[in-house]
């Protein structure tokens, strides 16, 4: 079945660092993929998205580029800040468009 | 314009129990759905509501039912709650059910079974 693979956190950089954090995923067909992130005690937040292979997702400095050729979705960010502490989900979509699948999650912690 | 709420945020039941969580979809939003969050782990797909008719679900148990209503609010019941019901309920919305509909989440209800 439908599945997503992420790296296994706790990832702990300092402020300012360039953060990588890998997602592949295994679908049949052309799902959109998705960076969520929680804070503590919070729901999930949509930071990014891409829908089709090659599309690169991008918000508040975040990036990840859809790769058919390699079944992944990394995030990166060139420059990380305490306020990026967090639980990060990588997710897809199934073309029926019903269930998001989610990866188990990535906690950051940034230090000043 | 108003997001996704969900209510109560807290919620303390014991076993056996029944439980009904609300969610208000973000305006315009026809489609909702509902995910399960254990502790430490990734949301779990319960099921989703399209246009008041259930239009997916995850595998779970029959116990855990929902409605839609005519203003897409929506509602999920759980019976005979059991001690790993003990969750954070998450409600999603959407302008549809394509794969470009992106599902924005409510803040979620924290339910603890004892």
């Known amino acids: 079945g439908d599945s997503v693979t992420q790296m296994e956190g706790p990832v702990t950089l300092s402020e300012e660092a360039f953060l990588t954090i890998n997602c592949t995923y295994t679908a049949t067909g052309y799902p959109s993929l998705f960076w969520y992130v929680q804070y503590p005690g919070e729901g999930l937040q949509l930071l990014l998205k891409?829908?089709?292979?090659?599309d690169k997702g991008s918000n508040k400095g975040f990036e990840a580029t859809y790769r058919k050729e390699t079944t992944s979705f990394h995030l990166e960010k060139g420059s990380v800040q305490v306020s990026d502490s967090a639980v990060y989900f990588c997710?897809?979509?199934?073309?029926?468009?019903?269930?998001?699948?989610f990866g188990k999650g990535t906690t950051l912690s940034v230090s000043s | 314009e108003t997001g996704v709420t969900q209510s109560p945020t807290h919620l303390i039941k014991t076993r056996g129990q029944q439980v009904t969580l609300r969610c208000s979809s973000q305006?315009?939003?026809?489609?909702v759905s509902w995910y399960q969050q254990a502790l430490g782990q990734g949301p779990q797909f319960i099921f989703q509501?399209?246009?008041?008719?259930?239009?997916g679900r995850g595998n779970f148990p029959p116990r855990f039912s929902g409605l839609q209503f005519p203003n897409y609010s929506s509602e999920l019941n759980v019976n005979a709650l059991e001690l790993d019901d003990s969750a954070l309920y998450l409600c999603a919305s959407s302008l549809g059910t394509g794969k470009t509909d992106t599902q924005y989440f409510g803040p979620g209800t924290r339910l603890t079974v004892l």
């Open positions: 891409a829908t089709k292979a090659d």
């Open positions: 305006s315009g939003h026809n489609t």
């Open positions: 997710a897809l979509l199934r073309e029926s468009g019903t269930a998001l699948i």
């Open positions: 509501y399209y246009r008041e008719e259930e239009n």
